[in-house]
């Protein structure tokens, strides 16, 4: 067998089946190889599918699952790892003339996303409230210390309600999705805080300033630095309230090895 | 945790879904261990290696892997190697199983497990795949029988030949999944019974039961295909109970991927399997009264 044709058949349903296979007489060869042909993008759409199912349910089941087959073929997965395919849907998302449709759809695949990697990353420890208490004490301490945020730690910031979007779908049924869809505002942009919790992944609304402070320490900056950044493009940033909110999900934690995020 | 090999309510498993996983933290009910697909659990934290931790603390595990790709090409993949290594230290498995079939090539990964030629050539090279992943990993690797739908004209070899050669020569075992052996002997219009007794049975580590679905082929024979969606059919648990009889009580699992049934659903099913060792080891101590005395002293 020649495992270059048969993968190049098996991604191009437009190529003929490849060559030295046979089945039984009576049996179809273009039909026993569909098999294959269909499993391999069926299995991997329904991955897509387990990440991304808000958009999903945006879009509708059968729009989702063409656009999922279209993503497979231009973006299949190099490892058999599948708990993090499906990265780069987010900019496939807002490429494809589904977007233009709903151009909150781009942004409610990017939250979907930070949940997932949210879910999946490496575990920290969160700093003790005496380390922290210690700090807040030390004024100089404070000012030029850059702190290790929770691997899970994800920020979006949008032009779209995506959280109000996002929570909207969480409801139970479709009649009580309905409602919560109608009473959003969709003039206004949100921004999220996505964060683990135990086993749990939390999507959290917070205000523009506050995300660009967290996005700021999440890039490695101080929290004077992060704050001025922050300020410089809105005026009302309560450092002490998202200070104590970051305290309280344990999102300042000890420095991660390396060894324990090379999974 | 070990697997105890007396007692055929321990040697039934079924295959784990984190749906499972309230149930059976409660459950009085309880499946003899567990089997997980290595892939979901190779992430860098979460709750999902916390879930498997608190499983393994109660049951013995089986970690069965998806993506080594061994009929591929190319030699088993280093960083996939290594993240499952870190699996097995972490959880040391009573059981350990991967695929003869290949689900990958020329870095895109398929997610499908895809039939190999048997011949010396593939011969050769799934040997070189298994030494390299048996040295590497430093434990023995069960291989599974494939369910397949389409053969290769230059196959040279039977199936059974050729996971009796692979075995002799790198020292694995069988996971024979007895579904796959059903549906392929379908597929291929060959007798079942007589492919399952071709088989290396005396390497065989574990045992796999799935449901198929059935479709038509092009002359409207039965064309079967391995969803493990459904319950065990009567035809695999006859061949099931066959090969009990012929090699003994060996861990079987329940392997169900869709249409998932309720925890005790499904370990009843398992339970099912646990009868039939059960009774088989019982007609052998009939059979064998002095073996019957000693066990009773």
């Not at chain 1, 900056?221 to 200070?243: C, N």
């Not at chain 2, 869709?258 to 009868?275: I, M």
């Amino acid at each position: 067998m020649n495992h270059a044709e048969f993968s190049a058949s098996l991604c191009d349903p437009a190529r003929p089946v490849p060559s030295g296979l046979r089945v039984r007489a009576g049996a179809s060869l273009e039909q026993r190889f569909a098999i294959h042909r269909n499993n391999t993008l069926v299995r991997l759409v329904d991955a897509l599918g387990d990440t991304y199912p808000v958009v999903q349910t945006l879009v509708g089941e059968s729009f989702f699952r063409a656009l999922g087959r279209e993503f497979v073929r231009q973006h299949p997965p190099a490892s058999p790892v599948l708990t993090l395919y499906g990265a780069e849907f987010t900019r496939f998302v807002r490429g494809h003339e589904a977007a233009a449709a709903l151009p909150y759809l781009g942004d409610v695949a990017e939250l979907e996303w930070l949940r997932q990697a949210c879910l999946h990353a490496a575990n920290a420890r969160p700093l003790s409230v005496e380390t922290l208490a210690t700090c807040a004490q030390d004024p100089g301490r404070l000012a030029t210390t850059r702190w290790h945020l929770h691997p899970s730690v994800g920020i979006l910031q949008s032009r779209h309600p995506v959280v109000s979007l996002w929570t909207a779908h969480q409801h139970a049924g479709a009649e009580a999705i309905v409602y919560a869809l109608q009473a959003i505002d969709h003039s206004r942009g949100e921004s999220a805080l996505v964060i683990r919790a135990d086993w749990d992944v939390l999507v959290l609304p917070v205000s523009a300033p506050e995300a660009m402070f967290v996005a700021g320490l999440v890039a490695g900056r101080t929290i004077p630095e992060a704050a001025a950044d922050a300020q410089a493009h809105a005026v009302s940033l309560d450092l002490p309230t998202v200070l104590a909110m970051l305290m309280q999900l344990g999102a300042f934690v000890e420095p991660v090895l390396p060894s324990e995020l090379d999974a | 945790m070990r697997l105890d090999s007396r007692d055929p309510r321990s040697l039934a498993g079924i295959g784990f879904k984190p749906g499972y996983f309230e149930a059976l933290m409660q459950e009085p009910v309880r499946p003899g261990f567990l089997e997980v697909h290595a892939e979901n659990f190779m992430v860098a934290g979460g709750p999902a290696l916390e879930m498997l931790d608190a499983l393994a603390a109660r049951w013995p595990l089986s970690i069965h892997g998806v993506g080594l790709s061994i009929g591929g090409v190319q030699r088993p993949d280093k960083t996939h190697l290594k993240r499952l290594r870190r699996l097995l230290e972490r959880y040391h498995p009573a059981l350990f199983s991967e695929h003869l079939a290949w689900s990958g090539h020329d870095g895109i990964f398929f997610n499908d497990l895809l039939p190999i030629t048997y011949d010396m050539l593939s011969l050769l090279r799934v040997c070189a795949h298994v030494d390299e992943i048996q040295a590497f990993l430093g434990r023995r690797l069960l291989l599974e029988n494939p369910s397949s739908y389409v053969e290769f004209s230059h196959s040279t070899w039977s199936e059974a030949d050729f996971l009796r050669e692979i075995t002799r020569r790198t020292g694995c075992g069988l996971l024979l999944d007895i579904n796959n052996l059903y549906v392929s002997g379908t597929n291929h219009g060959r007798d079942p019974q007589g492919m399952l007794r071709e088989m290396p049975l005396d390497t065989v580590g574990q045992i796999h039961l799935a449901g198929f679905a059935v479709e038509r082929d092009a002359d409207g024979g039965r064309l079967l295909i391995d969803t493990h969606g459904a319950a065990v059919a009567d035809d695999v648990w006859a061949l099931y109970r066959l090969a009990i009889n012929m090699i003994g009580a060996k861990p079987t699992l329940i392997e169900r991927d869709e249409n998932l049934p309720t925890l005790p659903v499904l370990v009843a099913e398992s339970g099912l399997a646990a009868g039939v060792m059960q009774a088989a080891a019982e007609t052998r101590l009939g059979r064998e009264p002095a073996r019957r005395e000693a066990l009773q002293t």
